[in-house]
């Protein structure tokens, strides 16, 4: 096994499937049956998930919308989206805990590394939503944030394209693929592969990204066996 604890980062777009909002319920339990089967195989498993399918903060921004509370709303539609993830997960037979940035009590527990790391130990799904529980930061560097303090190995970033390019392969048919490419690489060619003050994170505290297409079943199997899937950003 190469990798024993990951952090799966998840858009919440990714979530809604063929619907143009919301959660289709064949996606969501694709993705629990991914996680489940890398959790059996004793790899402990954190997660974290974007709301973008429910609400995100920046659209509520240019609809007039204050945008603190705009991110506010958007924090909590990753709850939501963490919930039923959660819910996924234990129809697969997997235990998970929600977390979450913000107090609701009575729907997850307040983050806690200590708390979320003996989850983690006892082979339980460590759902954090809620983003950082600040305004003005994405879920990307939520991510980086929970991957850094739970001690994961590795940042598994899932979209629905397999591996970062040199252009949007979804639009320039000319792009190719990189195998693995350095942070400072990225960065000088200008490539988007998730936001900034994450991605700067991820470089000072060297923990290394893979980027993968998370629709592929399996993927997320092969790339914690230590198969070359997808793209690797690293120091």
Known sequence: MKYERVLLKLSGEALMGSLSAGIDKDVLDGY????????KMGV???IVIGGGNIFRGVQGAGRGID???????GMLATVINGMALQDALHQQGVGARLFTSVAIESIGERFNKEEAVRALRQGEVAIFSGGTGNPFFTTDTAAVLRALETGCQVLLKGTRVDGVYSADPEKDPAATKYD???FAEAYEKGLKIMDLTAFTMCNENDLPVVV???????NLRKIVEGDNVGTLVHR
Request: hydrophobic content about 40%; charged content about 20%; overall charge negative.
């Open 32 to 39: 629990a049956s991914q996680v489940a089967e890398v959790v």
């Open 44 to 46: 402990e498993t954190g």
């Open 67 to 73: 945008r603190v509370t705009g991110d506010r709303m």
């Open 180 to 182: 693995e490419i350095t």
């Open 212 to 218: 993968f297409n998370v629709n592929v079943p399996g």
